[in-house]
Nanobody, 127 residues
Framework: QVQLVESGGGLVQAGGSLILACTLTGRPFNDYDIGWFRQAPGKEREFVAA????????LYAEFAKGRFILSNDNAKRSVFLQMISLKPEDTAVYYC????????????????????WGQGTQVTVAS
């Protein structure tokens, strides 16, 4: 059974940075595309970024381009989301998710396409 664990959230001042980590266990890491999503209070869950299995490509939401960077470490079975120039509107619970479906690129941003989810990590950006 796939398990995902996020870490790295916390409180940061506007303009600061954080690195979130998502570690996958239970199945081969390279069998899965990994997505990051976030959900702020009273809002729907929204796509942040995704990386194809084996690092074959990435997709970013418009708001994430230029500020958020994905990387992965196969040895650590982890995907990292580096976030810089953080804004108060980035405040949310950040979730990572995994799918082994064969998805077209545009579906990587769709939460129902992911079968496994982590518990989330809180990111709070103070103004």
């Amino acid at each position: 059974q796939v398990q995902l664990v996020e870490s790295g959230g916390g409180l940061v001042q506007a303009g600061g940075s954080l690195i979130l980590a998502c570690t996958l266990t239970g199945r081969p890491f390279n069998d899965y595309d990994i997505g990051w999503f976030r959900q702020a209070p009273g809002k729907e869950r929204e796509f942040v970024a995704a990386v194809r299995r084996s690092g074959a490509g990435t997709l970013y939401a418009e708001f994430a381009k230029g500020r958020f960077i994905l990387s992965n470490d196969n040895a650590k079975r982890s995907v990292f989301l580096q976030m810089i120039s953080l804004k108060p509107e980035d405040t949310a619970v950040y979730y990572c998710a995994a799918t082994d479906r064969q998805l077209d690129y545009w579906l990587l941003g769709s939460p129902p396409q992911y079968d496994y989810w982590g518990q989330g990590t809180q990111v709070t950006v103070a103004s």
